[in-house]
């Protein structure tokens, strides 16, 4: 492949015209030619530079409202002519194709019009064919042709032509010929998936993901691994939305817990003020309370010993007093839809501090689609939006819960969701108390979270765990009996589980026995 290639003409489409006239501009100040089309020529013209348009290298009009204005030959034999093939040579001059140096093109915002709701028709129409069509075409042939679809590669062309007296080198055709097909299978991924929901194409026979690098990260879950952060432009409020307002770069770890973090802490808009407290993306503890302030000191009490370097996600704008008090440990990562000055004043001086703030939560409702890669493939799935209101719950003891267990028990089958199976929470006055999570056994998880219950009392100077009164959760059916007596020993008065295990009636006779009461929801939530 040649290595240095000189840009005599370029070809310039945008959408984004962001930055388009400088870049032009300097593009003209090297006497590089510049052919363009419609609304770009129209912008470059109005800004005093000489460009030819499409339409006179074609000998076609643009037509079909723009539909068809670069599917000619002239364009694509100008971008995939091989300059050092003789008959390629011949075949130009003989049809008056003119070669192609430089391709500039961005594609129409296909993936804003989405987010912004707008209807079947619009999206089809934002679609583009002809920009991928040349972007490919130019990439292809990047052995002679340079592909910019970035704006914010306009400055590393006009450094690379600086660098080699108006020419390209081939490493940075190359790299850019490889970010050129990156954005056009992120495009046709877009339009795909979007397509897929539009039509009711629940399981589409490909699956495309794509995603635009935010950060590329020290390492992976260990330091051996590498890793880099990417977002997929759906702007859900949480990490990838987030502003950073101080503290050493995100690891990947970081990332993964505040993510768990700030979806659990959603699931409580719009209500009393809520803390959740994660550690290696489980939480380890979780409150509501009158204040930001003391729903955090609640959710710290559940397992201080946790707590420490932990992730603290807020379900309001952070305040000063309660920055003072997550000061008063080592924390991680604080996430929260705001922070006042007070509280950014606080954090100021905690420099491994990381302060992150989204202006929302995300909505817990929404649908979403999740997936995991497995050996040879993908697990795809829609994200757990699983809900269920008090009057979906069944009553299966002889004693139905009081006003107060239900609402524990509501707020811990909410907590329940976002627990590693198996997961067993413990849950009094809107507090969890103790968190069992990921064990193999689910007996396990209600001793481990018992006895964690057990040592904060301890700690604390308690007469008795906090368990003494609760309620518990299980995020699916008790096979046998004995984790629901593990749980009564605790001191757990009422029970909320999903049913469906052949021995429910075993189950429900030892609550009866025990004086419990238990609620069936119908509806269980693993976490794996």
């Keep these: 492949m040649t290595n240095l290639v000189p840009l005599r003409r370029a070809l310039i489409s945008v959408s984004d015209k962001t930055g388009l006239v400088d870049f032009a ?105 002809g920009g991928p069509a040349m972007i490919r075409a130019g990439a292809k042939n990047h052995a002679f042709v340079a592909v910019v679809v970035d704006v914010q590669d306009y400055p ?118 809520a803390c959740a407290i994660i550690k290696h993306a489980n939480p380890c503890g979780v409150a509501q309370g009158a204040s930001l302030i003391d729903a955090y000191r609640r959710a710290y009490d559940c397992d201080r010993t946790s707590a420490f370097g932990g992730i603290v996600a807020l379900n309001r704008p952070l305040d000063g007093a309660t920055a003072e008090e997550i000061c008063k440990i080592f924390t991680e990562v604080v996430i929260a839809p705001g922070a006042d000055d007070a509280a950014r004043a606080v954090f100021a001086g905690k420099k491994n501090l990381r302060l992150l703030t989204t202006d929302a939560l995300p909505d817990p409702k929404t649908p979403v689609l999740s997936f995991r890669q497995v050996a040879g493939g993908f697990l795809v799935q829609d994200k757990d939006t699983g809900h269920v209101a008090p009057t979906d719950l069944r009553v299966v003891t002889r004693r139905a819960p009081t006003e107060a267990e239900l609402r524990d028990l509501m707020f811990a089958w909410t907590v329940a969701k976002h627990v590693k199976s198996n997961a067993i ?29 057990r040592d904060m009392a301890e700690a604390m100077g308690l007469p008795a765990p906090l368990t003494r009164g609760s309620v518990v959760a299980s995020d699916a059916f008790f096979p046998f009996a004995d984790g629901l007596i593990t749980a009564a020993e605790a001191g757990a008065t009422a029970i909320i589980q999903p049913g469906g295990s052949m021995r429910d009636a075993e189950v429900i006779a030892a609550a009866d026995a025990l004086g419990l009461a238990m609620v069936f929801t119908g509806q269980r939530h693993f976490r794996h």
């Design 425 to 453: 929470i413990y849950v009094k006055d809107g507090a969890t108390v103790g968190v069992g999570a990921g064990q193999m056994s689910r007996v396990d998880s209600t001793r481990i979270a018992a006895q964690k219950a």
């Design 156 to 273: 590393a062309v006009l450094a690379e032509m600086d660098a080699h007296g108006t020419q390209t080198s081939l490493p940075f055709r190359q790299r850019q010929a490889q970010i050129a097909y990156a954005r056009t299978a992120a495009y046709d991924a877009a339009v795909s998936t979007w397509m897929a929901g539009a039509i009711g194409e629940v399981v589409p026979r490909r699956r495309a993901f794509a995603g635009t690098l935010a950060q590329s990260l020290r390492y992976g879950e260990n330091p051996h691994q590498k890793a880099a952060f990417y977002v997929d432009g759906s702007n859900r409020p949480g990490v990838a939305t987030a502003r950073q307002w101080q503290g050493k770069e995100l690891s990947y770890n970081n990332i993964n817990d505040t993510d768990a973090a700030f979806e659990l802490v959603a699931e409580f808009a719009g209500q009393a003020p």
């Design 25 to 129: 501009g300097a593009l003209a100040a090297r006497d590089i030619e510049l052919v363009s089309t419609g609304g770009t020529a129209s912008a470059l013209r109005a800004a005093g530079l000489k460009v030819r348009d499409v339409a006179e290298l074609t000998g076609f009009p643009e037509m079909m409202d723009g539909r068809v204005k670069t599917l000619h030959p002239a364009v694509h034999g100008g971008l995939l002519a091989l300059r050092d093939d003789d008959e390629h040579l011949v075949a130009m001059a003989a049809h008056g194709i003119e070669p192609i140096d430089l391709l500039v093109v961005n594609l129409y915002p296909f993936e804003a019009t989405v987010a912004q709701g707008a209807a079947y028709a619009e999206c089809i129409e934002n679609i583009d064919i």
